[in-house]
């Protein structure tokens, strides 16, 4: 079924959607399960096996310290930093665990219980992980596999390429962009309302637009705290924080910044800067589809907000017409940069942006497809290939060259009447046998391109 807005933007926490977020959510679904199974009380170690991509870049990642919050009850959506941190020092001294928080207690030491092993790949995704429940004898009381998909997705072993179980229908269920413009002209709609119908299918308006507006509200929040904030980012790069110094300068040079034409720019790439920074460092952010792209979508919506006078109804516009993009790449190709490189994620992004961008200024659907279209195209190819396993180098800066070029993909769209060459469901099908034939070295493994050829410092 087609993904809604608010399965694509989630509040959550970094450095990862997919390997952070993921994790700590697939933990908190295995205690569950075993709940459910009346085995939780009978629980006194939980093993947690890391492969590939999560376990190549998993320390980096924060993906340790993440499946001991999720199997400690604390979730993505509602995490309190402080509250983590404070969690995780108490569980190392310790050396003991209450499993979901308030279960029983059981003997942890992640140098025991976490298992890394990158060099075996489990065959439906890289982002794989098993949890196994003993009891006091060592014996084994449950197994389950998970993935996480990107995004901050889950999916069971048994359900991965699985049909979905019945869900509340929608009225626009479209599989293709072909299908979604199809739908959109047969009823009026711009592609915004038909998401919004989709939406309001699923639960109340007053609840979609309130929504909406706190999805834009963290957003907005993520930007404030990373202009707030000095010094280094965490995991031994010393990449310095660079949002606070960008901003006093800008504001700084202000006036003399009238007459720079592109001086709007700057304050895109501050934006951006400051979201990932924000998500490197560990805070909380909106996965936008992700959270290693989630600077890019925020600093665009702002920038339509500062720089065209962009009120609410064109915020929800946005963000409506960003969903049904990142929906389609979600249902035809993958939003995981273990699985297609950054092209699922940055990529996947700045395709999203351009297309809330061309609508919230009034374009047609067809310029929006088109926008969309432009974006992604630019972007095939795109490798994730981090240094140090850190969510830092290439991908801060990359979310704020994203941002500017999904501005421009729109500003070309919207100077045309909306026929072009190539289709978007074309280049998603293109993104997505691109990301199949990347050597799985440039696929969020830090083992190649700049994660080997630049000395981490």
């Known amino acids: 079924m087609t993904a809604g807005v608010f399965d694509l933007f989630k509040l959550g926490v970094g450095p990862s959607s997919s390997h952070t977020m993921g994790p700590m959510s697939a933990a908190g679904a295995f205690l569950d399960q075993l709940a459910d199974q009346g085995l939780l009380a009978r629980t006194a170690r939980v093993e947690t096996h890391l492969y590939a991509s999560l376990a190549m870049t998993g320390r980096g990642h924060a993906t340790d310290r993440a499946v001991i919050l999720g199997l400690a009850g604390f979730r993505p959506a509602t995490i309190d930093p402080d509250a983590a941190e404070a969690a995780l020092a108490r569980i190392a001294q310790e050396g003991r665990l209450a499993l979901g928080g308030e279960g029983p207690e059981v003997a942890y030491d992640a140098a025991r219980d976490i298992l890394w092993e990158g060099r075996t790949r489990l065959p439906q995704h890289p982002n794989g992980l098993k949890f196994t429940a003993r009891d006091g004898e060592g014996e084994v009381l449950a197994e389950q596999v998970f993935f996480s998909v990107g995004g901050g997705f889950i999916v069971t072993a048994e359900a991965f390429g699985a049909p979905a179980g019945p869900e509340t229908p929608i009225p626009y269920d479209f599989a293709s962009a072909e299908e979604l413009l199809a739908m959109a002209e047969r009823d009026g709609l711009t592609i915004a309302e038909l998401m919004w119908r989709n939406e309001v299918a699923r639960r109340p308006a007053e609840e979609v637009s309130a929504g909406l507006d706190a999805i834009f509200e963290a957003m907005e929040a993520c930007i404030e705290r990373g202009l707030r904030q000095e010094g280094c980012l965490p995991g031994g790069l010393k990449v310095r924080r660079r949002a606070r110094q960008h901003f006093n300068e800008l504001t700084r040079r202000m006036e003399r910044n009238i007459g720079d034409p592109l001086a709007a720019l700057d304050w895109v790439n501050l934006w951006a800067l400051s979201v990932n920074e ?6 909380r952010v909106v996965t936008a589809p992700t959270n290693g792209a ?3 979508l925020p600093a665009v919506l702002r920038f339509y907000d500062r720089f065209h006078r962009g009120g609410a109804e064109g915020r929800r516009t946005f963000l409506l017409t960003a969903a049904a993009i990142g929906a389609l790449y979600k249902r035809n190709a993958s ?45 095939l190819g795109l490798t994730c290939d981090p240094i ?18 999904a501005i421009d993909a729109s500003r070309l769209a919207l100077l045309g009447d909306g026929q072009h060459s190539v289709s978007l469901d074309k280049v998603i099908a293109t993104m997505k046998r691109t990301g199949e034939d990347m050597n799985e070295i440039y696929k969020e493994t830090s083992l190649g391109g700049l994660a080997v050829n630049v000395v981490e410092c």
Do not use: D, F
């Open 278 to 283: 924000e998500n490197a460092s560990g805070g």
């Open 294 to 296: 989630a600077g890019l």
């Open 388 to 405: 140090g396993g850190l969510v830092q180098v290439p991908c801060i800066e990359r979310n704020a060259m994203g941002a500017v070029k």
């Open 335 to 379: 939003i995981s940069g273990a699985e297609v490189g950054c092209q699922g994620e940055v990529g996947v992004a700045c395709s999203m942006a351009a297309a809330g961008l061309t609508a919230a200024l009034g374009g047609t659907n067809a310029q929006i497809e088109n926008a969309a279209e432009i974006a992604m195209e630019h972007n």
